[in-house]
């Protein structure tokens, strides 16, 4: 995004003031900042709680890495982005925000349709336009900040409105003008559309419309330029700021503790693991827990910034077991095991039978629609019926992998958890296992995942849970 503008011409792109008089006295003052920001919610995980932010929040956040959450969800969330906020359809926060804007517009039509014209209004609007440009161009061209500020001085405006000189439309157009040499080329054509509206008041709603989202791309400009150093700081910026919370807060981590003690006496590695230590092996186990959660259990408080996005992994993880566990059901039927195509086609489509699943009842309405698709597959490429015995047996066998103690759904999910309980150990993955060929990639995804995630947060909290564990010995 360009937002220096053209420092070397500046005074000449933009040298005419709007409704500028030769015979007026003119008063220059610092106009006052606005306390009026715009906000943002962090994109995540649906159904996660939203975060808002000022844009100065964001700005102190990424200069300082004052902000723990922030720093914590750049470094973990490489798609992570800032997006307008907009409270929920039919909210009350939706229904008040839409009438206040609905009242401003009115006001302002009426005050400029009155005679004479009021601008108390439209005054207050320009002196808010020249506060969001401070913001876009973040102070890197003084030359075009202090044209801006000369141009939208709030005294200038008002004596050109007492004098009966004030051209309400060309200050819109000196804005629009501004916009277009500095917008991304993405907000190209929506300033483009700005100088076909005639109605003005619609001209400085569109201006408003455009200066919030052109914010929100210096936002995520600033946000991807940072990216590196904040991750390049964030595990000792983190564990800086919860040693610094520990100060405070004494009232421990229960769930924490729980967490890894029930860990603790399982904790000796396994055949073909390379462990330096038996803590590091209780908590790696612990870590492995988080892959099928019981809800019952209280979530680990260490682990509570990533709460969402270890349960997305988890229905991940169950939906791949399924997914597999289907396929290992279809090998034994000729025609699959025989057709290495054809599996390859019906894992394809067993995906998408099962990609919206979301939990164990879930997969087990879903499961009947599998084997109705099975069975069509089989009968349209053998061209007759099913034996009905070897029908029953294997529609049996689909529907009970829906069910954990499915032993051919157990046998999956044992491999699938050796090969994460070895990722977490290994700095490269594994070979994929047996039975997980078709879906190598969303195993690979998923592990990779589940790996950075996981060492992410032992960098950051490894001393503290070795600390607790301690504790269990004595």
Not at 273 to 298: F, G, H, Q, R
Not at 315 to 335: D, E, H, Q, W, Y
Request: net charge negative; proline share 4%; charged share 25%.
């Amino acid at each position: 995004m360009d937002s220096s503008g053209s420092d070397g011409n500046c005074s000449d792109n933009f040298s005419t003031s709007p409704g500028a008089s030769s015979t007026m006295s003119r008063e220059r003052t610092d106009s006052e900042s606005s306390d009026k920001q715009a906000r943002f919610v962090f994109a995540g995980i649906p159904g996660s709680a939203p975060k808002v932010l000022t844009m100065n929040e964001v700005m102190d956040c990424m200069k300082n890495i004052q902000n723990m959450t922030l720093a914590h969800e750049i470094a973990i969330n490489p798609e992570f982005k800032l997006e307008p906020f907009e409270p929920p359809q039919n909210s009350l926060e939706r229904r008040v925000k839409d009438m206040v804007h609905k009242a401003f517009w009115n006001l302002l039509r009426e005050q400029l349709s009155s005679d004479p014209p009021c601008y108390d209004h439209a005054i207050q609007l320009l002196t808010d336009i020249k506060d969001y440009f401070d913001h876009i161009f973040i102070h890197n061209n003084k030359r075009i900040l202090q044209r801006i500020a000369e141009v939208l001085d709030a005294n200038l405006i008002r004596q050109q409105a007492e004098q009966g000189v004030l051209d309400f439309r060309a200050y819109a157009n000196f804005v629009i003008d501004i916009m277009a040499k500095s917008c991304a080329p993405v907000r190209d054509e929506q300033i483009a559309k700005l100088r076909e509206i005639e109605d003005v008041v619609e001209v400085f709603r569109g201006i408003m419309e455009a200066l919030t989202v052109m914010r929100l791309d210096v936002a995520n400009c600033f946000l991807e330029s940072a990216r590196a150093e904040v991750i390049a700081n964030s595990v000792e910026y983190e564990k800086h700021k919860f040693k610094e919370y520990l100060k405070h807060y004494t009232a421990g981590f229960p769930a924490t503790e729980s967490w890894l003690k029930r860990h603790f006496a399982a904790a000796a590695p396994s055949d073909g693991e390379t462990v330096t230590s038996p803590v590091k092996s209780t908590v790696m186990n612990a870590y492995l827990e988080l892959t099928d959660w019981n809800i019952e259990n209280e979530f680990p408080e260490m682990l509570a910034m990533d709460k969402d996005r270890i349960e997305t992994l988890q229905k991940r993880i169950n939906r791949l077991n399924a997914c597999t566990t289907v396929l290992a059901l279809a090998s034994g039927v000729p025609l699959f095991a025989q057709n290495p195509n054809m599996k390859s086609a019906f894992a394809r489509e067993v995906e998408i039978l099962l990609q919206e699943v979301q939990n164990e009842a879930h997969l087990n309405d879903l499961m009947e629609n599998v084997w109705v698709h099975m069975k069509g597959v089989i009968e349209k490429q053998q061209k007759v019926q099913f034996d009905k015995d070897n029908e029953d047996a294997l529609k049996n066998q689909i529907l009970q992998a829906a069910k954990k103690d499915s032993l051919v759904r157990k046998l999956i999910w044992k491999r699938l958890t050796t090969y994460l309980r070895m990722c977490l150990y290994s700095k490269s993955l594994p070979p994929t296992p047996p039975g997980f060929e078709e879906f190598a990639t969303e195993l690979e995804a998923i592990s990779n995942s589940f790996k950075s995630l996981i060492a992410y947060n032992y960098a950051v909290y490894g001393e503290f849970y070795q600390e607790m564990i301690a504790k269990f010995t004595v």
